[in-house]
Every structure is written in structure tokens, then in C-alpha cells.
């Protein structure tokens, strides 16, 4: 399976309110506090931080901010998110396969991906949970055709 499938996937099974084709984009001089009430409110893990909205400049994770809260206590909310936003954005392209991004975020630990063109802007972000779920369905789709070559259907 590739990429540019995971995205179509997402159009079916996107979270309520939100497009599978929208890209959340938070800009670098946004404050801990507003990246945590956006990622509240959009219901997701991980925000791309970008200036113009279609490059990807950082990325910030619900667990980045959950480390600055311990690390510095409630202050921190007024941090822009340029000081402690993941400057090195691992990125994928449409034609990746899924499960070597899959191995990539494992080994990376990290949960969100941009998916990015040949000019390095953003066409759509893919998650661990997207990767699983494509692997998945490979998975029950080499069964059943496995299955039917026992039975002899």
C-alpha cells in the first residue's frame, strides 16, 4: 500500500468536523496555550507549524507540550511554539510505501507524518493509526485470498 492510498482511506474514516484532505497548520508565533486549545478542539495528536500553511517549518505534539507543562509548570502555555517545536520535520511523499513510513515512525517514535510534493509542500499529514489501519486491511486482504486458494474458490 502506498501513501497517496492511506490519504484516500482518510476521506472515509476522517474524524467528525474534520476533511481528510485538511492540512492543521499553526503558525510558529502561536503560544503553547493556543496550539493545546487547537489540537483540543480539531480532536488530534499533532499540529504542523508553518507559516504559510503549506510548508512545513515544525511539527508539535500533544507530547511536547505535556513536557514543557512538567518540565516548567503552567508558565510555559505562554512559550511560542518556535522554541520547542520538533524543527526537523520527517516528511513522506504520495508514492511511499506505507509500511516502510510505518517502520520509519516506529524507529523515529514519532506518530505524524506531512506528506509533502516534490516542492516540499504539505499535501496531507498521515498518522501511526493510518499506517496500522493500511496494513491491516493488507493484511485481511491476503488472507482472504489465501483462504480462497485453499478452498479452491
Partial sequence: ????????????SGKPGIEAQTIVTIRPDATLAQAAQMLSEQRIGAVVVSDDGSTPQGILSERDIVRQLGAHGPDVLSTPISEVMTRDVQT????????????RMTQGRFRHLPVV??????????????AV????????AEKEALTGMIMGA
Fill in 1 to 12: 500500500m502506498l501513501v497517496n492510498q492511506l490519504l484516500s482511506m482518510k476521506s472515509t
Fill in 92 to 103: 513522506c511523499q504520495m508514492g511511499d510505501d506505507a509500511l516502510v513510513i510505518l517502520e
Fill in 117 to 130: 510534493d516534490d516542492q516540499g509542500r504539505m499535501l496531507g499529514v498521515v498518522s501511526i493509526g493510518d
Fill in 133 to 140: 489501519s493500511g496494513r491491516l486491511k493488507e493484511l485481511a
